[in-house]
């Protein structure tokens, strides 16, 4: 460290998110030159609001043991993400002085750290301490291996249980055409069975909306091209496979007008076996796959088209 600095502050505050599996000599040096040059130390370890994400795996308590198993001496505390840099640099400076009311303060943080985008009151200085490119470098190749031990195996499980549970979003998309007085739409069926579904996926991070999504979803699974996106509704749908997780998927449906193509399934994907047009008025919905049957009911009345019951059997009619 800079000698100028030795003795200069009362209070060295070093700050970094340290979420790697164990610290590295670049941490252990940073915060053995402040314990050496600093009556008191204090740790802050920026914490996210999202949980167990890829670049957010650790939560704040297994960090702070971490640190704390080396270096007991330090205060280890915590430093939410704010909505901007000047929020979050006014709460740092509230956290230092509710643990430290009086003493001069200096901040410590490595390259790429947030030294650059602090706006508070104290002084900084950048340290040689692991860069975030390192730690996610690090954090991927811990991700490719698997070790047979049982806190591995306690890790994952601890992962798993602390998590927000979530809703996976998906897109379905109504193909519409006008044949005549009356309405058909596209509709088709997986090599898994044998009843009617609208064709759609999961919406991909890098889309940038639910008609992107649609769009994207519609030119790998079939020959068709679109336009005039309209929302029909929306409705959570039952899937096997979370049956026992606490995964819950919510679909959107969107009815589009057809422009051109074949509307047949795309040799490439062959996620569908077979497509067709169905009219809107005579199609039974017991055709349809059980979790489409709300949403092409939707269709139905996005259509004003009644549906009527009939010995028990449900039959569309104008």
């Known amino acids: 460290m800079d000698s100028l600095l030795k003795n200069k502050y009362d209070v060295g505050v070093v700050i970094g998110r340290f979420q790697i599996a164990e610290l590295s000599e670049a941490h252990r040096n940073i915060i053995t030159s402040v314990l050496e040059t600093h009556k008191q130390v204090i740790v802050a370890i920026g914490v996210s609001p999202t949980l167990g994400s890829k670049n957010h795996p650790l939560s704040y308590t297994a960090r702070m043991k971490m640190i704390q198993k080396e270096f007991p001496s330090v205060i280890v505390t915590y430093i939410m993400d704010r909505p901007s840099d000047e929020d979050w640099s006014k709460e740092l400076d509230k956290l230092i002085r509710a643990i430290v009311p009086i003493g001069s303060v200096c901040l410590y943080g490595g390259r790429d750290s947030f030294i650059p985008k602090y706006t508070g009151v104290y ?173 092409f009911e939707s269709l139905l009345k996005y259509y004003g088209i009644k549906i009527k019951k009939i010995n028990n059997k449900e039959e569309e009619m104008e």
């Not at 806190?151 to 798993?160: A, L, T």
């Not at 979803?217 to 020959?223: A, I, N, P, R, T």
């Not at 496979?241 to 994907?269: C, H, Q, W």
């Open 123 to 295: 002084p900084t200085f950048e340290m040689a301490i692991v860069t975030t490119e390192q730690g996610t470098k690090i954090r991927e190749e811990i991700g490719k291996e698997v070790c047979d031990s049982v806190d591995f195996r306690k890790g994952v499980i601890y992962h798993s249980q602390n998590q927000y549970p979530k809703v996976l979003p998906t897109v379905d998309i109504a193909v519409v055409r006008k044949t005549g007085k009356s309405f058909e739409v596209l509709m088709a069926r997986r090599k898994d069975g044998d009843l009617l579904q609208f064709p759609g996926g999961f919406v991909d991070p890098s889309d940038i909306s639910l008609e992107d999504a649609a769009k994207r979803e519609l030119g790998e699974e079939l020959d068709i091209e679109v336009d005039n996106f309209a929302y029909v509704c929306s409705s959570l749908i039952k899937d096997w496979r979370y049956n026992n997780t606490s995964e819950r998927i919510m679909t959107t449906l969107l009815k589009a007008d057809y422009v051109f193509g074949s509307g047949k399934p795309n040799e490439k994907e062959n996620e569908f076996y077979s497509s067709e047009w169905v009219s809107l008025n005579n199609l039974n919905t017991t055709e349809v796959k059980p979790n489409h049957k709300g949403l």
